[in-house]
């Protein structure tokens, strides 16, 4: 269904003898000040490091840059999936996972269920992880639960327009809001045809020359399943 360099754990390779490619400093070069003494930033490299960083000019400062995480919960309901239609931009009025930033002070599995309180209005329990995908090219890593509703009632928040329980058959692929959540649902749907629900890993790259609104032009590179 999708493009995948995959491996399963019955050969995956070891963590110390797969190549993964250094990441670039991101967006380093839109950092134009301090964010301590609000003094004016250079970009160079440090010394010791590798990368080009922002520095500050005043107090010496240097502005690290690291990923973001995302967390959700995929929640099969009577064999019907939960999904939330975007009410806010990037990707308004497609479907979703309920999903969101992780916040300062909570664990993934208690995020993914805030999410999911606010988007859906759903109170869900978590019963275990289903993916970690990781986007190097945007900095961020999508953390996704399975979970179950602890009463079947929803009420869009106001991030989301419309909250629908889909069968597997019938899940709206043309109209899905991000790549992330395309992997999710088709692995997900693999695992029930297989009979086996699995842990999921993998690195999501973009094709190069797409943009973020083709959520079908990516590879899923060291694809691992427990």
């Known amino acids: 269904m999708f493009s995948t360099q995959s491996q399963s754990n019955s050969d995956a390779p070891s963590p110390s003898s797969t190549s993964v490619a250094v990441p670039s400093a991101g967006n380093v070069l839109k950092i134009k000040?301090?964010?301590?003494?609000?003094?004016?930033a250079k970009h160079e490299i440090p010394a010791g490091e590798e990368k080009i960083r922002a520095?500050?000019?005043?107090?010496?400062?240097?502005?690290?840059?690291?990923?973001?995480?995302?967390?959700?919960?995929?929640?099969?309901?009577?064999?019907?999936?939960?999904?939330?239609?975007r009410n806010i931009e990037p990707s308004f009025g497609l479907w979703t996972l309920p999903?969101?930033?992780?916040?300062?002070?909570?664990?993934?599995?208690?995020?993914?269920?805030?999410?999911?309180?606010?988007?859906?209005?759903?109170?869900?329990?978590?019963?275990?992880?289903?993916?970690?995908?990781?986007?190097?090219?945007?900095?961020?890593?999508?953390?996704?639960?399975?979970?179950?509703?602890?009463?079947p009632q929803l009420s869009p928040g106001p991030e989301s327009s419309e909250c629908s329980l889909f069968e597997l058959d019938n899940i709206p692929f043309d109209f899905l809001a991000f790549s992330?959540?395309?992997?999710?649902?088709?692995?997900?749907?693999?695992?029930?045809?297989?009979?086996?629900?699995k842990f999921h890993y993998g690195t999501i790259n973009k094709r190069l020359g797409t943009g973020p609104s083709d959520?079908?032009?990516?590879?899923?590179?060291?694809?691992?399943?427990?």
């Not at 992330?180 to 629900?197: A, C, H, P, W």
Request: hydrophobic letters at 45%.
């Open 33 to 40: 000040f301090c964010q301590w003494c609000g003094g004016p």
């Open 55 to 85: 520095v500050c000019t005043l107090c010496g400062k240097i502005a690290y840059q690291n990923p973001i995480m995302v967390v959700g919960c995929l929640i099969e309901h009577d064999r019907k999936i939960l999904l939330c239609k």
């Open 99 to 151: 999903a969101g930033y992780l916040e300062i002070g909570e664990s993934a599995a208690e995020g993914a269920i805030r999410e999911t309180w606010e988007e859906a209005g759903a109170e869900v329990e978590v019963i275990s992880p289903f993916s970690q995908l990781d986007i190097p090219h945007i900095g961020q890593t999508y953390v996704i639960f399975l979970a179950k509703l602890k009463k």
């Open 180 to 197: 992330s959540i395309f992997i999710t649902l088709n692995l997900y749907i693999e695992d029930v045809k297989s009979g086996k629900v």
């Open 215 to 226: 959520i079908r032009a990516f590879t899923l590179d060291y694809h691992l399943q427990v």
